[in-house]
């Protein structure tokens, strides 16, 4: 780094204004843009920006957003000025980074992975030179580059990836300037967000339990959040302080409402009853009563004064909130009342349920007006438009419907997802709608059209809520896989390309040649891949259910696939056809492995047993039984005698394969072990678990060789490296980690967009394949060190 410092930063003086945030129109003026384009667009500079504490990632964001702006160009002269598609490539070398943010934040060693990751699909040579600069530089550790483009592209609609809950995120909220959001989590905190530079302005803490709910006032100072610790807190946003605690109910609390000036709100808990709050003097003004289930929903009108609740015993109530008095009990739904809304005039509301049905009320004779069916489960959301005319339901059966509240008919149905949809916002202009589901992605909806948009595709688990931007133009999402997102609702012209599969990939095997790999997705296929371009084969299509796992036959001509159709499948890998299906299993079948002879196979069930197969008939030889919960892996030793098996009994077992007998016990994991691999001199074994470790044993005394610790959640996948001496693991967490077999300690690291399920390493030891839920298959590069 001395030596890049040398040759730039103290080369002229113009780059050490640029380099210290100094893009002064002056300088400019004085026909300096090209030499700025040209420092831009070096990867000498982005790598020097981000080593530096000083400056970081987001300082080098800013030098780009400030490039990019018109209105520093605005009264320049043309011959001074970039020319557009200058501007495009700054641009997206901006987005590359802002998407790649959160990793380099934690890890500055991620930076030649990212830009990798992200814009090796672009041609326009500038950004090719950059990557090439980075495949060059030096590395004192070996590190992991990505052949493909398999990480979110910059020409998307993803913004930033906001990180930083240790748990599910169940809200979000967005202040009324656009600027700021408030999450509230499953880790019991909540978090204040910067939306422009995506990071964490302050963690809110004192809640002993999940965090169910929360608002913000108007005035974007204040906020209230509801917890299952039966407390509300009022926040002050700007000292980022807890005001005062809120108690007074006896159970969890699942709704809260701000009013529109900001000094009263109302929760709903599990303990059947609403309390109205005054935020000034921070008392409590009325308990409302009446229902006799938890509520789960309510909605504050417009003027202040009433309030609409929704309850688990199937009614909606209308509150007098000035007495606080009941003023009528809406009925007519048959089961939970999930949500509701009130419209802009105050007169009506519309209420989503459990009994696929939405009604629309009116709230002046506490009547229904019309009910709303179509829905084929549950009814989760719903959302009126500010016109107060028309509104969106969300439902299980994974629609939305767009209703005319005027006429109390459908107007279109809008299909595309391919789960529950669990939440649903309308943009200010009424013209769009984002819906969150639990098929891990977010939908835009032409509302006028009544067709889908886009798919925001980023998260890695279900999605549980979304707000919009006062602006219309960006909307976050809040996920179970404990991030938020920030979306561009604009990129409608912006295309995704995912690299792999349409579902979660569970499994990768490599062929021993090194020239194919195969891949077992959610999706219920299996696909070929070229290896060294990344290139799809072929589809393996056949089972009724996710496929879970895949063995490569010694001889590279045969496949075994294992799926939650509780079969096994034989392919012809040279053909793309099935040669026979295995049952048996009474569950789903979590893996297989193949003995080095390629004749025999075995197979591990959440049935919580092993069968060994003969390849060559199709049949079965025996069962292997003795764990306690489901099995989730098996490999065999290298002289296939042996096997060993991995378990939700927190277990390892050694089994004999000529006779069927278990011969001993590995314990050690304090949670479910998920993966297991033998080395090839069959003498040690490491293992993947639920407890964030992995374990290396040795297969003849039985005993825990060490422990190997880095991980941050799960480890659901481990492969050793040919030469015996390094293995790599993939975890929930995101990274795939390379780990020294001799010492126990870690080598390297590489961060994904979202989990990393499973991975393989190729014969050489340099290709690692990798694959995530979002679908997608990672082709790494081991380079370096």
Known sequence: ??????????QTDEFKNLFLGKFAESNLKAGNSQKYYQILTNFDFIFLKIQYPQFGVEALIRDYNLACNPEVWENLGEENKLDPEQIKILKLIQDALQLSAHVLNENQTQLVGQLWGRLQSFPQPEIQKILADAAQSKSEIPRFRPITASLTNPDGNLLRTLTGHNDSVMSVAIAPDGKTAVSGSHDNTLKVWNLQTGKEISTLTGHNSSVNAVAIAQDGKTAVSGSRDKTLKLWNLKTEKEIYTLTGHNDSVFAVAIDRDGKTAVSGSDDNTLKLWDLQTRKEIYTLTGHNDSVFAVAIDRDGKTAVSG?????LKLWDLQTGKEIYTLTGHNSSVNAVAIAPDGKTAVSASSDNTVKVWNLKTGEEIYTLTGHKEWVRAVAIDRDGKTAVSASYDNTLKLWDLQAGKE??????NNDSVYAVAIAPDGKTAVSASSDNTLKLWDLQAGKKTFTLIGHNDWVSAVAIAPDGKTAVSASSDNTLKLWDLQAGKKTFTLIGHNGSVSAVAIAPDGKTAVSASGDNTLKVWNLKTGKKIFTLTGHKEWVNEVAIAP?????????????????????????????????????????????????????????????KTGKKIFTLTGHKEWVSAVAIAPDGKTAVSASGDNTLKVWNLKTGKEISTLTGHNNSVF???????GKTAVSGSRDKTLKLWDLKTGKEIFTLTGHNDSVGVVAIAPDGKTAVSGSRDKTLKLWDLETGKEIST????SHIYCCAVSPDGLTIIAGEPSGRVHFLRLEGG
């Open 411 to 416: 107007i279109s149905t809008l299909t595309g």
């Open 1 to 10: 780094m001395g030596e890049l410092a040398t040759k730039f930063a103290l």
């Open 750 to 753: 590489f961060i994904g967009d």
């Open 555 to 615: 001889d590279g001509k045969t496949a075994v696939s294992a799926s939650g159709d509780n079969t096994l499948k034989v392919w012809n890998l040279k053909t793309g056809k099935k040669i026979f299906t295995l049952t048996g299993h009474k569950e789903w079948v979590r893996a297989v492995a193949i003995a080095p002879d390629g004749k025999t196979a075995v197979s591990a069930s959440y049935d919580g047993s092993l069968k060994v197969w003969n390849l």
């Open 675 to 681: 993966a297991v691999v033998i080395d090839r001199d």
């Open 311 to 315: 309850s688990d015993d199937n009614t």
